[in-house]
């Protein structure tokens, strides 16, 4: 069996997440609405997790609530120097799981799957990772994210050198992260999406929340380094179009399946037709 396409350096980007440890306080705002959006989800889940294993969360694994009912947390992260001070930590790759199968009850990753060279093999790792009837929830980077930012990077490039470079990394589609949930194996999947706008007086500033989430162009294949003044046309291009960004947050839930959990209807068991549903909701 061949092994995926390499489309992201690891290495590298280990590397960036590890130099921006200490500024991730500061620009990791995204981490952290992700992070609340998750614990808002576990609290509705009405659940207890025995042992529960947290990607990229780092010390974002503080904001559990009592209602989370997450007993055991085991902090992972690709840099060592992301993890938190205290509690069970691990350094590993989402892609190379260390857990032994069946071992988990939950498993969140927070902001990291994005970069995975092959998601569905990452995705049913973790589905491998969990008890039968076990939660997977991710926060991936979607499509539209940093949408401006290649537009203002392909324009000025153009405009100067008479070329265009892969400056910003491209993101999944929302169904395709659907469609890796479900070639995983998880049960239940479900995908869901949150919009985030960003306005940015100067457009520098989103540059150094990028290198300080650790979330600069990671592309095996990145292109060389990049000229000043078509940094500083692409920035005015930015600012021009209106000087937002717009991050697209992708929610994947899904659960390993159990006998216990519902089973979809059988094509034609509906006990009303498309029709008159459609009919009924006009």
């Known amino acids: 069996m061949s092994s995926p396409p390499q489309i992201f350096d690891k290495t590298l980007y280990a590397r960036r997440r590890a130099r921006a440890a200490k500024t991730v306080g500061d620009a990791g705002f995204l981490h952290r609405r992700a992070m609340e959006d998750i614990v808002e989800r576990l609290e509705i889940v009405k659940r207890r997790f ?3 294993a947290f990607d990229g969360a780092g010390d974002l694994t503080s904001m559990l ?16 120097a992301r ?3 205290t509690g069970l930590r691990l350094a590993a790759d989402a892609e190379a799981l260390p857990f032994a199968p069946h071992s988990l009850n939950l498993f969140v990753s927070l902001l990291t799957l994005h970069t995975a060279n092959d998601l569905v093999g990452a995705l049913a790792q973790a589905r491998m990772a969990l008890k039968p ?5 991710a926060a991936v980077f979607g499509e539209e994210t940093l949408g401006a930012l290649r537009r203002a990077f392909y324009a000025a490039e153009a405009e100067i050198t008479g070329g265009v470079s892969a400056r910003v990394a491209p993101f999944a ?11 995983a194996g998880f049960a239940l999947p479900v995908v869901d999406v949150d919009k985030v706008a960003v306005s940015y007086d100067d457009p520098l500033k989103l540059l150094r929340d990028l290198r300080g989430m650790g979330e600069t162009n990671t ?11 078509v940094l500083m046309r692409a920035m005015a291009l930015f600012a021009e179009a209106g000087g937002t960004e717009k991050f697209e947050i992708v ?3 899904g659960w390993t399946p159990h006998e216990s959990q519902q089973k979809p209807l059988k094509p034609g ?3 009303m037709s498309l029709k008159d549903a459609i009919k009924g909701a006009s």
């Open 50 to 52: 025995d042992l529960a």
């Open 65 to 80: 609530t009592p209602a989370c009912d997450v007993e055991d947390v085991i902090s992972m992260d690709l840099a060592p």
């Open 83 to 85: 993890l938190p001070q």
């Open 133 to 137: 009837d076990g939660l997977f929830i």
């Open 173 to 183: 589609a929302i169904q395709d992260c659907g469609q890796a949930l479900a070639r």
């Open 219 to 229: 592309l095996m294949n990145r292109p060389g380094p990049l000229r000043r003044d």
């Open 251 to 253: 929610y994947l839930t």
């Open 269 to 271: 068991s509906a006990k």
